[in-house]
Nanobody
């Protein structure tokens, strides 16, 4: 059973920064992609950023230039550095892992609140 443990959410003023972390309890050799999704109230869950095992990244247009995803393959960790936060970035952020057998997993989520 894969478990994902997120941390780093909280309350920040607009323009501020937060760093999310996620630890995955899965063998690193079995992880294809890691990333972050988010879901705001009344909205569908959306992809924020994705990073492949080779380090290729993909970002939602709304966060390009402000968010940076990174991963530590040795520690099975993925991070999301969020800068210049906007009120519209407020959401529950979910860690995401996709294995090479295509199985997907999401964490429990961590709340990010941005005050204007």
């Amino acid at each position: 059973q894969v478990q994902l443990a997120e941390s780093g959410g909280g309350l920040v003023q607009a323009g501020g920064s937060l760093r999310l972390s996620c630890a995955a309890s899965v063998e690193s050799w079995n992880i294809n992609a890691m990333g972050w999704y988010r879901q705001a109230p009344g909205k569908q869950r959306e992809l924020v950023a994705l990073i492949s095992s080779g380090g290729n990244t993909n970002y939602a247009d709304s966060v390009k230039g402000r968010f940076t995803i990174s991963r530590d393959n040795h520690k099975n960790m993925v991070y999301l550095q969020m800068n210049s936060l906007k009120p519209e970035d407020a959401a529950v952020y979910y860690c995401y892992v996709r294995r090479y057998d295509s199985r997907q997993y999401w964490g429990q989520g961590t709340q990010v609140t941005v005050s204007s």
